[in-house]
């Protein structure tokens, strides 16, 4: 049992490894500031999920597991709300989105005339 418990652990970090490089890449590859921090946001909340929950299993001392599930808390609800409160500063900021292959290169340099 100790084994598949080890398993699971190392399988719940190496995936939240693997989702944190992919989130880098597309936040470098991504065309505009949108989405970019779909990409990272999303993903992000996910990582950090995985991540703790491999550590949950690694040491499982109450005390431990304790504080994980309360970081695990807190960033399932502060992750999402940073990630609404960036998107709705860079509207109201005047970021125009990238919609088609001639705005590119427009995106994040040119405010929106409303």
């Not at 399988?11 to 949108?34: K, Q």
């Not at 989405?35 to 929950?53: F, K, N, Q």
Request: glycine share 8%.
């Amino acid at each position: 049992m100790d084994t598949f418990i080890s398993l699971v652990s190392g399988l719940c970090l190496l995936s939240g490894c693997v989702l944190a490089i992919s989130s880098g890449i597309g936040l470098l590859r991504f065309p505009d500031f949108y989405t970019r921090m779909h990409a990272v946001g999303v993903s992000d909340t996910l990582v950090t999920a995985l991540i703790l929950i491999g550590l949950m299993l690694q040491l499982p001392d109450g005390i431990v597991v304790t504080k994980l599930v309360i970081i695990l808390l807190m960033t399932l609800f502060i992750n999402p709300t940073a990630s609404h409160a960036l998107a709705k500063a860079a509207i109201q900021s005047g970021l125009v989105p990238i919609l088609n292959k001639e705005d590119e290169g427009k995106g994040e340099d040119t405010p929106s005339k409303t």
